[in-house]
Antibody, heavy 118, light 108 residues
Framework: QVQLVQSGAEVRKPGASVKVSCKAS????????IHWLRQAPGQGLEWMGW????????NYAQKFQGRVTMTSDTSISTAYMELSRLTYDDTAVYLC???????????WGQGALVTVSS | SYVLTQPPSVSVDPGQTASITCEEN??????VHWYQQKPGQAPVLVVR???DRPSGIPERFSGFNSGNTATLTISRVEVGDEADYYC???????????FGGGTKLTVL
């Protein structure tokens, strides 16, 4: 079955960067987009961007442009999301999810808590 | 830009019917998807393309979309349905998904 397994919780200081991984299994990795979303404590889902692992194309939400980088290593079916210049407002659970272009997300990772604290 | 508006909360008694709305101008022209998220868990797709239920989703969950409002209806609500629900569409102008702000369903 389709599985997305994310890396563990991270703690970073303000101004630092964090890189979260998302390992896919149970399907052909390059056939589906990987979306990254986040959810701050008690808040709703916030879409950050998508990555097409087939060709490396990306589309980032305007809010995160210049600060987020999404990449993948197709040899190990793993996607990465790196967020730089962290602030306290970046404390959230970061989720990867699978979806085809224009289609709903049909599988989700378990989430990775990123805490920004001095 | 496209903004999907959901009520922050909906309350219903067990066994009754819950309706959660998602509003935007002419949303009836777009395919709407609905997700259920229970505390501490990742979201789960419960309705796709306005009305279709993915495999394993109970028939109690149904969707409708017309005009300026899409609606997720949960019939014979159970305590286990208590969760946050999000609507979502794809914005072809910006080439990315748009999520509603979410609705907390409370089963009294």
């Amino acid at each position: 079955q389709v599985q997305l397994v994310q890396s563990g919780a991270e703690v970073r200081k303000p101004g630092a960067s964090v890189k979260v991984s998302c390992k896919a299994s149970g399907y052909t990795f390059t056939y589906y987009y990987i979306h990254w979303l986040r959810q701050a404590p008690g808040q709703g889902l916030e879409w950050m961007g998508w990555l097409n692992p087939n060709n490396g194309d990306t589309n980032y939400a305007q809010k995160f442009q210049g600060r987020v980088t999404m990449t993948s290593d197709t040899s190990i079916s793993t996607a990465y999301m790196e967020l730089s210049r962290l602030t306290y407002d970046d404390t959230a659970v970061y989720l990867c999810a699978r979806g085809d272009y224009g289609d709903p997300v049909d599988s989700w990772g378990q989430g990775a808590l990123v805490t920004v604290s001095s | 830009s496209y903004v999907l508006t959901q009520p922050p909360s909906v309350s219903v008694d067990p066994g009754q019917t819950a309706s959660i709305t998602c509003e935007e101008n002419n949303i009836g022209n777009r395919a709407v998807h609905w997700y259920q998220q229970k505390p501490g868990q990742a979201p789960v797709l419960v309705v796709r393309d306005d009305t279709d239920r993915p495999s394993g989703i109970p028939e109690r969950f149904s969707g409708f979309n017309s005009g300026n409002t899409a609606t997720l209806t949960i019939s014979r609500v159970e305590v286990g349905d208590e969760a946050d629900y999000y609507c979502q569409v794809w914005d072809s102008t910006t080439d990315h998904p748009i999520f509603g702000g979410g609705t907390k369903l409370t089963v009294l």
